[in-house]
């Protein structure tokens, strides 16, 4: 049976097997949603042996388990790794939601006109993960299973993957592959397809800005003590300049300057700036001077803070000199730019900056590195081709601004390169309330894995 009749007789099944997935709500960044990571594991144990894996399992380890599981088909063919995640982001703020994050409903939007599924990891990245699941059910079922398939489904990529990283250190022989295969990012459209070929790194910090050690009555005080609110309000604006540049010494060191070849490839990446500002409700953009907002926001360096917090935020007024004030900053990174390096850059200077009367206490949360993808290479042509053959359009390379940290290790400890097959749009709202996977996306993907295996064992025999 061809893959598109199986998803036709399959479809009520694959939605409602996805929002029994959906249902968990497999949080990795509050431990009170433990049980349910573990569940979702136990789930996905279970779905794997269901969809044809000779051998699934839960593995513990120190945090979050990682599920494996593997199907053998023959000695002299490729083996390709899937990787996905489980575990979701936090649901909040959840008054934004129009309906539960953890209730899954179809609902229809301008993008998804056939509707889309509305749920906390909808695309990122359970939906997405799980159609490698009904994929290889499909070859399984139907023999047509052309590769040895490993999956690997983690269930800490929300909050750094550290504990995968001890796995695979630990695991080598267990995962080795030819190829590692991801959809954990997105295409342009839908009548666009498009293939990442690179993902910004990370550092992630938390700064801590401490003036009196108690907080002070303002009118006795105010106008003769530094107030560490205002301190780190005027630090953090210190941290870039009127074009948007980051001014941390040496931070733009290892960056490259983009070369005409590539602006001249991002060129050819369809932009409408009315449709970005109305998808996100901005009147308008900020970029870095000198460089487009496609550039600004995937193969520049950005420097953003996520949260900031001090003082009094209770009803009313009370008249106070803060004794601290907090932030959480975050800077993307691209590639040769070294995450610790660029996380002691930043602690130098932000202690530096400060002024006489604070202490500045800088704390990593970890990070990663940039990662880039040749697009000369199997797994992309595969990628490129399965596209092709199910969209009917050659995809196009696009740059991403997210970060997948963990592919620059699974490199280095396994040896093998990423393909990076995502089917979200940007408007799926990841991370974000309302965040939700096209049905037209969910099923495509499903079509176009198996012309993957199919064209990656091709392309490997030669
Ligand atoms: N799937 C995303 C990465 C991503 C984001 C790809 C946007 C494509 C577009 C991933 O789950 C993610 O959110 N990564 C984090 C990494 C962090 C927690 C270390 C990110 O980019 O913030
Ligand atoms: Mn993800
Ligand atoms: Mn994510």
Redesign the pocket.
Known sequence: MEIKNYIEQNKDHFVSELFDLLRMPSVSADSAYKPSIEATAQWLKEALLKAGCDKAEVCKTPGNPVVYGEKYVGDNLPTVLVYG?YDV?PADPIEQWHTNPFAPVIKKTEYHPEGAVFARGAC??KGQMFMHIKALEYMVKEGKLTCNIKFMIEGE?????KNLAWFVKNNQEKLKNDIILIS???IIARDTPSI?VS?RG?T?LEVEVTGPDKDLHSGVYGGAVANPVNVLSKMIAQLQDENNHITIPHFYDKVKEITPETRALFAEIPFSLENYKKGIGVTDVQVEKGYSVIESSTIRPSLDVNGIWGGYIGEGAKTIIPSKAFAKISMRLVPDQDWEEITALFTEYFTQIAPKGVTVKVTSL???PAYGISIDNDGYHAAEKAMQTTFGKRPIPTP??????IIALFEKELGSKSVLM?F?FDSDL??SPNEHYGLFNFFKGIETIPYFFEYYAQMYKK
């Open positions: 995640h982001q990122d990245d990529e929300e909050i750094g993957s954990d990012t997105g990442n993902l990370l992630y970890g990070g990663g991403e601004g997210g970060s997948i940290p995502g979200g990841i991370h």
